[in-house]
């Protein structure tokens, strides 16, 4: 099956210049719960943005069109989705990741949805694409913890497709 994982504001607003526009530990760390030990699914500008390289205790599958993008050894690189099927099980849950394009690439094919809202307001250049909730349920929903590293009102929610 296939999950998108990703954070918003309240505009729809997931990236700016390459990065979050937030600092939000707190869903970094629901990010990982929710994401370890599964295949994770990104654009070519999401995987640059981490600081560190590959997420680890997840294959991380990088799709760009450029076949001669240099990824190192742990990394799978795709150019088309098309090739997905040959690195993933069918019973794997593939976490989509972003960024915009990716989910658009995804859309018909997404079962289940882990949003986390940021009820607040960012400068961006990235938007979330758009979702058509009357096809999902919403199955959970949590409020997060705010605290002096957290300061945004932020919630947890997961729909699965109807
Ligand atoms: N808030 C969140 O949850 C969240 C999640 C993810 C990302 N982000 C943010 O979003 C921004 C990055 O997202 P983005 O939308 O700009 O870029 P992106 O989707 O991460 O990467 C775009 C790249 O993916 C490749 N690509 C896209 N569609 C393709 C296709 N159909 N076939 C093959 N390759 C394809 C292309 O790479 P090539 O140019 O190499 O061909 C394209 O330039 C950053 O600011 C990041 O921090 C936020």
């Known amino acids: 099956m296939i999950s ?4 918003e504001d309240k505009n729809h607003i997931i990236g700016e210049k390459g990065h979050l526009p937030w600092s939000l530990p707190n869903d970094l760390h629901h990010f990982k719960d ?6 994770i699914v990104m654009g070519r500008k999401t995987f640059e943005s981490f600081p560190n390289g590959p997420l680890p205790k997840r294959l991380n599958i ?3 069109k450029n076949p001669d993008y240099q990824v190192p050894d742990s990394v799978i690189l795709i150019n088309d989705k ?3 099927k040959k690195y993933i099980q069918p019973d794997d849950e593939v976490m989509v990741i972003g960024g915009s ?12 949805l882990y949003l986390t809202k ?18 999902f349920k919403l199955v959970e929903k949590k409020e997060g913890q705010m605290d002096d ?4 009102p932020y919630t947890f929610e997961t729909w699965d497709k109807l």
């Not at 590293?149 to 945004?152: G, H, P, Q, T």
């Open 4 to 7: 998108f994982v990703w954070a």
């Open 34 to 39: 929710v994401t370890v030990n599964h295949p």
């Open 62 to 64: 990088v799709i760009s």
């Open 82 to 84: 098309a090739d997905l």
């Open 101 to 112: 394009g990716i989910f658009k690439l995804f859309q018909d094919d997404v079962d289940r």
């Open 118 to 135: 940021i009820d607040h307001e960012f400068t961006g250049d990235t938007k979330m694409c758009s979702i058509d909730y009357s096809k």
């Open 149 to 152: 590293k957290n300061i945004y």
